[in-house]
């Protein structure tokens, strides 16, 4: 399509939390957001689909299916994609280190930017337990931290086989609203954690559907948020530099720019 030769082109490009095969998919959005950048490498940082909706009654319109088209249509170009499933499209971790038709399955990633630095990459729920009870897991140390990380992943299998829903922390959190900004920082705080017990710069993830960047927790932690309320992405450029998009704004912008430069224009003609 003619609209890619204009894209913008980046070293990498982080989505997560599409939630593709629910009502709340933005995918209109999305689909014009990826025909304006382009990426070497394009990580998928879980909750793309939505499994767990999409087996309660099927909902999948063209707009979602292009969505699809559209990122294999990168990967046929020479795109990297690197997918990580989330708790939301966990079905797919039956088939981690997989290489389904060029898109590479993993449960977590390591990125190294241009700049040599290394990222962790990860969905981010199977920190869901620990941030529930991270105040006496850490007084029970290390070997209590692991077990939670492998009791939640599990957990979640579990209830996924008996045909549940899934436990969302997200929304949990939501819904105690003077609580969400403890929960929040108590998973940055725990992801920025994670990825310094594996050595890595930073940690890129999603799950929490609130896009960030900072490095508050003596690591970069970055948050892609979400394609459901927020519309953002994290792209690096080839300099190492990342970058949040917040796609509404950016689009609101173009509409104050394009306003603007109409009078400015006519006033130089007059
Ligand atoms: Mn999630």
């Not at 060029?102 to 190294?112: F, K, P, Q, R, S």
């Not at 105040?135 to 692991?146: C, K, M």
């Not at 690591?219 to 998009?245: K, M, P, R």
């Amino acid at each position: 399509m003619a609209q890619d030769v204009n894209a913008l082109r980046v070293r990498t490009l982080f989505l997560s939390d599409l939630h593709l095969g629910t009502k709340g998919c933005q995918a209109d959005a999305l689909l014009e957001f990826l025909k304006t950048y382009d990426a070497d490498t394009i990580y998928l940082v879980g909750d793309i689909v939505d499994g767990w909706k999409l087996k309660s009654g099927w909902y999948w319109p063209q707009a979602h299916n292009d969505v699809v088209q559209k990122l294999l249509r990168k990967v046929r170009k020479g795109a990297r994609l690197v997918y990580l499933p989330g708790n939301h499209d966990e079905f797919l971790r039956d088939y981690i280190g997989v290489n389904l038709g060029g898109i590479e399955l993993a449960d977590y990633a390591v990125h190294e930017a241009a700049d040599g630095k290394r990222y962790l990459v990860i969905h981010g729920d199977q920190f869901d337990l620990v941030v529930r009870h991270a105040r006496w897991l850490a007084l029970l140390g290390d070997g209590a931290y692991s077990a939670a990380l492998f009791v939640n992943t599990y957990l979640n299998m579990v209830r996924r086989r008996l045909g549940l829903t899934y436990w969302s922390l997200s929304s949990w959190a939501k819904l105690r609203v003077k609580n969400a900004v403890n929960f929040i920082s108590r998973f940055e705080e725990l992801l920025a954690a994670e990825a310094h017990r594996q050595q890595a710069d930073g940690v890129i993830c999603g799950h929490i559907h609130h896009a960030t960047m900072h490095d508050q927790f003596g690591v970069a932690y970055v948050n892609t948020g979400d394609w459901v309320e927020s519309c953002t992405a994290v792209v690096e450029h080839y300099d190492g530099s990342f970058q949040l998009i917040r796609w509404t704004e950016v689009q609101l912008e173009v509409t104050r720019v394009e306003g603007l430069a109409a009078p400015v224009i006519s006033e130089k003609a007059a």
